[in-house]
C-alpha cells in the first residue's frame, strides 16, 4: 500500500465500515486517476455511539459529533491522487521558470524588469481574497442540500487562510494584514511606496486576466450545475490555489534570497522585510491541507472528476499567469 492507491481494498483497510455499505466496483478511471470507490449517499444513527463523543475521519465518511455519518465523502487518499496531477502541471512548470529568471536577474537591470512583475504580483496576490470569499459562498449556498455538520466542517477549514490575509489566526491578537506585510516588502525593495505603482496603473494587464477568469470559474464554471456541483467545484479550485501557492512561496523566498545575496546586498540595499515572503512560505502547506480537509469533509465520492476539472481549470489560468510574468522578467 503506497498511500496514494484509492483502491476498494485499501478504503476496506481505512474504513471497515464500508465493507457493509459499498459495493465491490470501480467506477472511474484515467491515465491520471486511479480507481476510486463510488459514492453511497446515506446518513444513519452509528450503533451505541453517544452525543459527547468525538469522531473522526473513516476513511471517506465524516462522522459527526453526534453520531451520523455525513455520507461518503472523497477519502484523503483519493484527494491526494487528484491534487497530485497539479505537482507535473503547467503552473509548476511556468513557476520554475519564473523563480529562475527571478533568482538570476542581471545585477544591472533588475529593477527595471521586475518594476512591472511587481506590480502584476500587487494584484494577483489580493484578488485571491475575493476568490476565497467566492469559494466560501459556494459553499454555504449548498444550505438544505449538503449535510449541516459536513457544511461547516469544510467552512471551518475554508474561513481560516482567509482570515489569516486579514492577519487573524486562532488565539492570537490580530496582526498586520498581508496587503499591510506585503506593502512593507515593496517598498524595502523598489524603494517606493507601494501606492505609487497603484495609482499608475492599478489594474496590471495579467493579473487582471486571472482574476476575472477566476471569478467566472467560481460563479458559473461551464457545466457545473447545482449548488453541490458548484461547491465541489469551488473546493477543488481552492484546493489548487493553495497547493499551488506552497510552491509559489517556497520558491519565491529562495528566490528573492538569492537574488538579494547576488544582487541587492552588494548593491547596498539588502532586503530588510522578509516577514511578507517567510509567512507565506510557511503558511501555504498548511493552507493547502486546510483545503484538502475541505474537500474530504464535503466533497462526494462521485464529484472525484469534477474536482479533477476544478484543479485542471485552475493550473491553465495560473500558468499562464506565470508564463507571462517570466516573460517580463527575461
Ligand atoms: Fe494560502
Same mark, same amino acid.
Given at each position: 500500500?503506497?498511500?496514494?492507491?484509492?483502491?476498494?481494498?485499501?478504503?476496506?483497510?481505512?474504513?471497515?465500515?464500508?465493507?457493509?455499505?459499498?459495493?465491490?466496483?470501480?467506477?472511474?478511471?484515467?491515465?491520471?486517476?486511479?480507481?476510486?470507490?463510488?459514492?453511497?449517499?446515506?446518513?444513519?444513527?452509528?450503533?451505541?455511539?453517544?452525543?459527547?463523543?468525538?469522531?473522526?475521519?473513516?476513511?471517506?465518511?465524516?462522522?459527526?459529533?453526534?453520531?451520523?455519518?455525513?455520507?461518503?465523502?472523497?477519502?484523503?487518499?483519493?484527494?491526494?491522487?487528484?491534487? %497530485?496531477?497539479?505537482?507535473?502541471?503547467?503552473?509548476?512548470?511556468?513557476?520554475?521558470?519564473?523563480?529562475?529568471?527571478?533568482?538570476?536577474?542581471?545585477?544591472?537591470?533588475?529593477?527595471?524588469?521586475?518594476?512591472?512583475?511587481?506590480?502584476?504580483?500587487?494584484?494577483?496576490?489580493?484578488?485571491?481574497?475575493?476568490?476565497?470569499?467566492?469559494?466560501?459562498?459556494?459553499?454555504?449556498?449548498?444550505?438544505?442540500?449538503?449535510?449541516?455538520?459536513?457544511?461547516?466542517?469544510?467552512?471551518?477549514?475554508?474561513?481560516?487562510?482567509?482570515?489569516?490575509?486579514?492577519?487573524?489566526?486562532?488565539?492570537?491578537?490580530?496582526?498586520?494584514?498581508?496587503?499591510?506585510?506585503?506593502?512593507?516588502?515593496?517598498?524595502?525593495?523598489?524603494?517606493?511606496?507601494?501606492?505609487?505603482?497603484?495609482?499608475?496603473?492599478?489594474?496590471?494587464?495579467?493579473?487582471?486576466?486571472?482574476?476575472?477568469?477566476?471569478?467566472?470559474?467560481?460563479?458559473?464554471?461551464?457545466?457545473?450545475?447545482?449548488?453541490?456541483?458548484?461547491? %465541489?467545484?469551488?473546493?477543488?479550485?481552492?484546493?489548487?490555489?493553495?497547493?499551488?501557492?506552497?510552491?509559489?512561496?517556497?520558491?519565491?523566498?529562495? %528566490?528573492?534570497? /538569492?537574488?538579494?545575496?547576488?544582487?541587492? /546586498?552588494?548593491?547596498?540595499?539588502?532586503?530588510? /522585510?522578509?516577514?511578507?515572503?517567510?509567512?507565506?512560505?510557511?503558511?501555504?502547506?498548511?493552507?493547502?491541507?486546510?483545503?484538502?480537509?475541505?474537500?474530504?469533509?464535503?466533497?462526494?465520492?462521485?464529484?472525484?472528476?469534477?474536482?479533477?476539472?476544478?484543479?485542471?481549470?485552475?493550473?491553465?489560468?495560473?500558468?499562464?499567469?506565470?508564463?507571462?510574468?517570466?516573460?517580463?522578467?527575461?
Amino acid at each position: 500500500m503506497d498511500g496514494t492507491s484509492c483502491d476498494f481494498e485499501y478504503s476496506i483497510q481505512l474504513a471497515p465500515l464500508m465493507r457493509r455499505s459499498l459495493p465491490k466496483m470501480r467506477v472511474f478511471d484515467s491515465q491520471r486517476i486511479q480507481p476510486f470507490v463510488p459514492y453511497c449517499r446515506y446518513s444513519r444513527r452509528i450503533q451505541g455511539s453517544d452525543n459527547q463523543r468525538e469522531y473522526p475521519h473513516i476513511g471517506g465518511m465524516y462522522v459527526d459529533w453526534s453520531g451520523y455519518l455525513c455520507g461518503l465523502t472523497l477519502m484523503h487518499p483519493c484527494v491526494f491522487n487528484v491534487q %497530485s496531477v497539479l505537482d507535473n502541471g503547467s503552473s509548476v512548470a511556468a513557476l520554475r521558470r519564473f523563480n529562475s529568471l527571478l533568482a538570476g536577474l542581471p545585477a544591472d537591470s533588475w529593477e527595471d524588469k521586475l518594476a512591472p512583475v511587481m506590480n502584476e504580483l500587487a494584484y494577483n496576490l489580493e484578488s485571491f481574497n475575493p476568490a476565497f470569499t467566492a469559494v466560501l459562498l459556494r459553499v454555504q449556498s449548498t444550505i438544505g442540500k449538503t449535510d449541516y455538520v459536513c457544511r461547516d466542517n469544510a467552512l471551518k477549514n475554508l474561513i481560516q487562510p482567509l482570515a489569516g490575509e486579514y492577519g487573524m489566526h486562532n488565539g492570537e491578537p490580530q496582526a498586520k494584514t498581508h496587503r499591510e506585510l506585503f506593502s512593507l516588502f515593496y517598498a524595502d525593495l523598489m524603494k517606493q511606496p507601494l501606492e505609487t505603482v497603484l495609482s499608475k496603473n492599478p489594474e496590471p494587464r495579467f493579473s487582471k486576466i486571472l482574476f476575472d477568469q477566476m471569478m467566472r470559474d467560481l460563479s458559473a464554471p461551464e457545466g457545473i450545475h447545482g449548488p453541490v456541483e458548484l461547491a %465541489s467545484y469551488a473546493l477543488g479550485y481552492n484546493l489548487a490555489i493553495e497547493y499551488l501557492a506552497d510552491y509559489e512561496k517556497t520558491w519565491m523566498l529562495d %528566490s528573492f534570497r /538569492e537574488l538579494n545575496a547576488r544582487v541587492l /546586498e552588494p548593491q547596498g540595499r539588502p532586503l530588510s /522585510e522578509w516577514l511578507f515572503l517567510e509567512v507565506h512560505a510557511e503558511g501555504e502547506a498548511e493552507h493547502a491541507a486546510l483545503g484538502h480537509a475541505a474537500v474530504a469533509s464535503m466533497v462526494p465520492a462521485s464529484h472525484q472528476g469534477i474536482l479533477l476539472r476544478a484543479m485542471q481549470d485552475h493550473d491553465r489560468d495560473f500558468s499562464a499567469f506565470y508564463s507571462e510574468i517570466a516573460n517580463m522578467l527575461q
